[in-house]
């Protein structure tokens, strides 16, 4: 009886499952991606504001650089051999 309970309870399981990835898993992926889309629009939008704003005037935007963090590289120390 116990063998035939266990196997009766995977299936409910696995159907439970099933049903989950067919109706509602997608309709919280497409509600996600919605959204995404929403504020891809929106910044694209501002962002077209903000050149129309400006057009005909040169921006240069400057970065410095950023030092390197490698473990290799470091500071070189000049160094004088003595010779006793």
Same mark, same amino acid.
């Given at each position: 009886?116990?063998?035939?309970?266990?196997?009766?309870?995977?299936?409910?399981?696995?159907?439970? +499952?099933? +049903?989950?990835?067919?109706?509602? +898993?997608?309709?919280?992926?497409?509600?996600?991606?919605?959204?995404?889309?929403? *504020?891809?629009?929106? %910044? =694209? =939008?501002?962002? =077209?504001?903000?050149? &129309? &704003?400006?057009?005909? *005037?040169?921006?240069?935007?400057?970065?410095?650089? %950023?030092?390197?963090?490698?473990?290799?590289?470091? *500071?070189?120390?000049?160094?004088?051999?003595?010779?006793?």
């Amino acid at each position: 009886m116990g063998f035939l309970r266990t196997i009766v309870i995977i299936f409910i399981i696995f159907y439970l +499952l099933r +049903l989950f990835m067919r109706y509602i +898993l997608p309709s919280l992926f497409v509600g996600y991606v919605d959204s995404k889309m929403n *504020e891809f629009s929106k %910044k =694209q =939008q501002r962002q =077209q504001e903000q050149a &129309k &704003k400006r057009e005909g *005037e040169v921006t240069i935007d400057y970065a410095p650089d %950023k030092p390197s963090k490698d473990k290799r590289s470091g *500071e070189y120390v000049d160094y004088v051999e003595v010779k006793d």
